[in-house]
């Protein structure tokens, strides 16, 4: 399956921006989606995961509370909204298509999007 992540960009800190993720050449709805970031010197983290039917979802504590995933199997694509945002949310933002929805771990995920910057200034 191939990735297209899209919407991140510069926003100051307390905005919002919503991040996409738009699937094709495979069968959506049997993966579970999470988002992951990577910030400059960093290693790739977790961010947020939800099960293939969207009835279930789990964060990373740094983000509950203020991001939102979401998915639409008709549509193949996944979001995430993300509210409040803060600098230390400043990352390369990446969609990944996985088989375990209890996995965080990056070697859990076998593809992956191209990644799309989100810049919170202070």
């Known amino acids: 399956v191939q990735l297209q992540a899209s919407g991140g960009g510069l926003v100051q800190a307390g905005g919002s921006l919503r991040l996409s993720c738009a699937a094709s050449g495979g069968t959506f709805s049997s993966y579970v989606m999470g988002w992951f970031r990577q910030a400059p010197g960093k290693e790739r983290e977790f961010v947020a995961v939800?099960?293939?039917?969207?009835?279930?979802?789990s964060y990373a504590n740094s983000v509950k509370g203020r991001f939102t995933i979401s998915r639409d199997n008709a549509k193949n694509t996944v979001w995430l909204q993300m509210n409040s945002l803060k600098p230390e949310d400043t990352a390369v933002y990446y969609c990944?298509?996985?088989?375990?929805?209890?996995?965080?771990?990056?070697?859990?995920?076998?593809?992956w999007g191209q990644g799309t910057l989100v810049t919170v200034s202070s």
């Open positions: 939800i099960k293939r039917s969207g009835g279930s979802t």
């Open positions: 990944a298509a996985g088989r375990s929805y209890y996995y965080r771990a990056t070697a859990a995920y076998a593809y």
